[in-house]
């Protein structure tokens, strides 16, 4: 019996002491523009969905409008602002305003100042995955399908995206 406790101390100190040796990973930030392309070939238009990061942690989110990818902007479908952090690969998105174009608009963008704020908004926070890709060039960004992207008209799942960094 006391082989079996002198056997069973170190054991228990063992697993106590990595139980609590949690120690999270430290905050880390991005700091540059991030794009995302979508064609809508019945419209002749690309939709732009544009991450600006910070490296204080706020986040502002562009759906813009142009003829190319790369072309110049036509105007906004939607703009958000926010704070984001990235933990490892786990990345937060507190979203804290969100403009979207008016519901019966017949438009397919308009110019920024025309867009109106979301009343009531508080999705929450998102919690998802990002990974970097070649050599921070790319960032991969998903949500598990229980944290649905707010388009500002329907939740949906988007699965992962990748962005490609612009400046």
Not at 17 to 36: A, I, M
Not at 68 to 96: I, K, N
Not at 133 to 142: Q, T
Request: hydrophobic share 35%; glycine share 8%; aromatic share 12%.
């Amino acid at each position: 019996m006391k082989k079996l406790t002198l056997f069973l101390i170190p054991v228990l100190l063992l697993v106590i002491s990595c139980s609590e040796d949690k120690d999270e990973l430290p905050v880390s930030y991005l700091n540059g523009t991030y794009e995302l392309a979508y064609e809508n070939t019945d419209r002749g238009l690309w939709y732009i969905d544009q991450l600006n990061f910070s490296s204080n942690g706020t986040i502002t989110r562009q759906g813009l409008v142009r003829i190319a990818p790369d072309g110049a902007d036509l105007g906004w479908y939607s703009y958000s602002e926010g704070s984001y952090s990235v933990r490892g690969e786990e990345y937060r998105v507190d979203v804290e305003s969100i403009y979207q174009m008016e519901f019966e608009s017949e438009e397919f963008y308009v110019p920024l100042e025309e867009l109106v704020l979301l009343e009531d908004y508080n999705p929450g926070p998102q919690v998802g995955n990002l990974r970097q890709e070649a050599n921070g060039k790319i960032i991969a960004i998903s949500f598990p399908c229980n944290d649905m992207f707010n388009s500002g008209v329907n939740l949906i799942c988007l699965g992962e995206q990748k962005y490609a960094m612009v400046n």
